[in-house]
């Protein structure tokens, strides 16, 4: 018996084949947060969903809860937007991958997490229509972060909050940010001034930043783009770091990223 169904607005990250027809459905649902779903007859029957349970799409989704069951029930998915865009292209795809992998390891089964919802969907909306880079990727990780509760602190040091002087400076995961040279312990890792000004950038400006990345020196100009992106790849060496001390592993997907030669 149905005990509740609910309409909901969620990102496909994932679906597994369950035995010969079903499918089990990892989708991020505004204001529900990360739910696996059970999509019954998914794979026995091409009329049962059609195409809405691929992954990176945006769909509308009946889903309801089932007395004795673990999984919810997927009652219909549509499609809101397909980003078709992020299929034609291996490094856009490697993107979308990555992001929603770090999408599902950074939430919790049932625990709304709509600033990381919002931050992937515009992440996929904009890199289905644009090339993959390396600074919309640094963009959307800052953003995870920080809906996470876990940004690196930028603006001042980590460990004792004096201010750590500008240009080039050590990041400490440890410490969850930047470090002065008092408290920088060996092994930190170092950010040139460049990446420093853009990972600063990217945290103010989120995704508009690297959109539209402006000159670091404050003036307001647009940055040199290959400069730009130059920096958010040297960045994404330290950011990366972060990650993998925050989520306490390696995101599986980042040796495909490099298996493409996808921006990273
Ligand atoms: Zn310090």
Redesign the pocket.
């Given at each position: 018996m149905d005990l509740r169904a609910q309409r909901l607005t969620a990102l496909v990250l994932r679906a597994l084949p369950y035995g010969d027809s079903d499918q089990v459905v990892q989708f991020l649902a505004r204001g529900r947060g990360r739910i696996a779903v059970f999509a019954r007859g998914a794979r026995s029957s091409k009329r049962r969903f059609g195409s809405a349970l691929e992954p990176f799409q945006l769909c509308e989704i009946l889903v309801s809860a089932r007395a004795g069951a673990q999984l919810l029930s997927l009652r219909e998915s549509h499609v809101v937007e397909a980003h078709a865009g992020l299929r034609d292209d291996l490094h856009r795809l490697a993107h979308a991958g990555y992001a929603s992998e770090l999408a599902h390891d950074l939430t919790r089964e049932h625990e709304p997490a709509d600033g990381l919802f919002e931050a992937l969907a515009g992440f996929l909306l904009s890199l289905a229509v644009s090339p993959a880079t390396s600074a919309r990727l640094r963009a959307l990780e800052l953003a995870f972060l920080s809906a996470s509760g876990l940004a690196p602190q930028l603006d001042a040091?980590?460990?004792?909050?004096?201010e750590?002087a500008p240009g080039r400076a050590a990041l400490d995961p440890a410490a969850g940010g930047l470090?002065?040279?008092?408290?920088?312990p060996p092994g930190a890792l170092a950010l040139g001034r460049g990446p420093r000004a853009l990972l600063e950038q990217l945290q103010q400006r989120g995704l508009e930043g690297a959109e539209t990345p402006l000159s670091a020196d404050g003036s307001g100009r647009p940055a040199d783009a290959r400069a730009f992106e130059e920096a958010a790849a040297q960045a994404g060496i330290v950011l990366g770091a972060f990650l993998v001390h925050q989520l306490g592993r390696t995101p599986r997907s980042s040796a495909f990223l490099e298996q493409v030669g996808a921006p990273r």
């Amino acid at each position: 018996m149905d005990l509740r169904a609910q309409r909901l607005t969620a990102l496909v990250l994932r679906a597994l084949p369950y035995g010969d027809s079903d499918q089990v459905v990892q989708f991020l649902a505004r204001g529900r947060g990360r739910i696996a779903v059970f999509a019954r007859g998914a794979r026995s029957s091409k009329r049962r969903f059609g195409s809405a349970l691929e992954p990176f799409q945006l769909c509308e989704i009946l889903v309801s809860a089932r007395a004795g069951a673990q999984l919810l029930s997927l009652r219909e998915s549509h499609v809101v937007e397909a980003h078709a865009g992020l299929r034609d292209d291996l490094h856009r795809l490697a993107h979308a991958g990555y992001a929603s992998e770090l999408a599902h390891d950074l939430t919790r089964e049932h625990e709304p997490a709509d600033g990381l919802f919002e931050a992937l969907a515009g992440f996929l909306l904009s890199l289905a229509v644009s090339p993959a880079t390396s600074a919309r990727l640094r963009a959307l990780e800052l953003a995870f972060l920080s809906a996470s509760g876990l940004a690196p602190q930028l603006d001042a040091c980590a460990r004792c909050g004096d201010e750590v002087a500008p240009g080039r400076a050590a990041l400490d995961p440890a410490a969850g940010g930047l470090v002065c040279s008092s408290c920088t312990p060996p092994g930190a890792l170092a950010l040139g001034r460049g990446p420093r000004a853009l990972l600063e950038q990217l945290q103010q400006r989120g995704l508009e930043g690297a959109e539209t990345p402006l000159s670091a020196d404050g003036s307001g100009r647009p940055a040199d783009a290959r400069a730009f992106e130059e920096a958010a790849a040297q960045a994404g060496i330290v950011l990366g770091a972060f990650l993998v001390h925050q989520l306490g592993r390696t995101p599986r997907s980042s040796a495909f990223l490099e298996q493409v030669g996808a921006p990273r």
